[in-house]
C-alpha cells in the first residue's frame, strides 16, 4: 500500500514542478527584463487653464528649478482631493512666505471617470502652472504607474509621494526632511544642486501605530502594499539608502480598497513579483544616476 502512495506522490510532484517550469519559462519568454514606459504625445503635455496654451513637461533629467515637487496620483479622487490639496497649499505657501522655498504640486489623474481632473484643473487655475501641473493619464495605470510618470515629470530637486486622501498630515515633511539631510548630508532647502544629484528614499511609516491602527483600520488596509514592496526591493538591491520615520496616520472614508477581492490581487501581486525577479524575467539595471 505504501509504494502506491509513494509513487503518486513523486508523479503529482513530478507534474507540479513541470507545471511551474513551464510557468517559469512562458514568464521569461512573455516579459520584458526592464520596463516598458508607454507614453501618449497628450501625457507629456499640461495645460494652463488659463490661457490655455499646451505646455511640454519637462523631464526629471533636466536640471532641477524647484527645491520640492510633490507627485499626488488620483484616481477617482473628486471627493478626497480637494480637503488634502487645502492641508497641502496652506503648509507649503506658508513655508514660502517665510522663505525662499519653491515648490510644485503635479496631480496625477490616472484615468480618473469622475470630475477628478475638473477637481485638479481648478486647483492649477488658482495657484498657477508654476506651482500645480495637472498630468492627464489616457489609461488607468495603477499607483505605481501614475507615480513614475509623475516623478518623471518632476523639477524639484526632492520628490515628495504624497497619497490624494490625505491620510498623512504635511507638518510632518519637516521630519522626513531632517531624516533625508542625514542621509544624503545635504540640506535641500539650502543646497538643492547638491541634494538632486543624491539618491535616497524616506518612508513615511505608520508601524508606530500598528496596534491602534489595526483596531481602526481593515486587516488589509494594514497589509496592502505591493508598489511600496517593489520599490524598496529596488532601492536595497542598488544600495540606496532608506530610512523609516513615523508620521501621524489617519482613516480617510472612500477607499476603492475591496477587502476579500484586493486582498486576493496584491497577493498575486506580490507573488509575482517576487517570481519575476528570483527567475531574472525582470531586471534591475544597476547605473548611475545622471544629469543631462
Not at 530610512?243 to 472612500?254: D, F, K
Not at 497577493?267 to 509575482?272: A, E, M, Q, R, T
Request: net charge negative.
Amino acid at each position: 500500500m505504501d509504494l502506491p502512495i509513494k509513487l503518486l506522490f513523486f508523479y503529482l510532484s513530478a507534474v507540479i514542478f513541470a507545471l511551474f517550469l513551464a510557468f517559469c519559462i512562458l514568464l521569461i519568454a512573455t516579459t520584458n527584463e526592464y520596463p516598458m514606459i508607454v507614453r501618449s504625445k497628450k501625457e507629456k503635455e499640461f495645460i494652463d487653464p488659463v490661457t490655455g496654451d499646451v505646455v511640454l513637461f519637462p523631464s526629471i533629467n533636466d536640471e532641477s528649478s524647484v527645491q520640492l515637487s510633490v507627485v499626488v496620483p488620483a484616481y477617482n479622487e473628486e471627493e478626497r482631493l480637494s480637503p488634502m490639496l487645502e492641508e497641502c497649499v496652506k503648509f507649503l505657501e506658508t513655508r514660502s512666505e517665510q522663505s525662499e522655498f519653491t515648490y510644485e504640486i503635479i496631480i496625477v489623474s490616472d484615468g480618473s471617470t469622475d470630475d477628478t481632473l475638473k477637481v485638479a484643473n481648478m486647483w492649477c487655475e488658482q495657484l498657477g502652472t508654476n506651482k500645480l501641473r495637472v498630468l492627464e493619464l489616457e489609461t488607468n495605470r495603477g499607483k505605481g504607474g501614475a507615480v513614475r510618470l509623475g516623478v518623471q515629470s518632476a523639477r524639484g530637486a526632492v520628490i515628495l509621494f504624497a497619497d490624494a486622501d490625505g491620510a498623512t498630515k504635511f507638518p510632518d515633511l519637516t521630519k522626513l526632511e531632517k531624516s533625508l539631510s542625514e542621509l544624503i548630508g545635504v540640506d535641500y532647502r539650502k543646497g538643492p544642486k547638491e541634494a538632486s544629484e543624491k539618491l535616497a528614499i524616506i518612508v513615511g511609516s505608520r508601524a508606530h501605530l500598528e496596534k491602534e491602527a489595526v483596531a481602526k483600520r481593515s486587516f488589509f488596509r494594514t497589509i496592502l502594499m505591493a508598489f511600496d514592496v517593489e520599490l524598496l526591493y529596488i532601492a536595497q538591491t542598488l544600495n540606496i539608502p532608506v530610512a523609516e520615520i513615523a508620521v501621524n496616520w489617519t482613516e480617510i472614508e472612500g477607499s476603492k480598497l475591496t477587502p476579500f477581492w484586493s486582498a486576493l490581487q496584491m497577493g498575486k501581486d506580490l507573488g509575482l513579483i517576487w517570481l519575476r525577479y528570483l527567475i531574472g524575467a525582470w531586471k534591475i539595471k544597476d547605473q548611475k544616476f545622471k544629469k543631462e
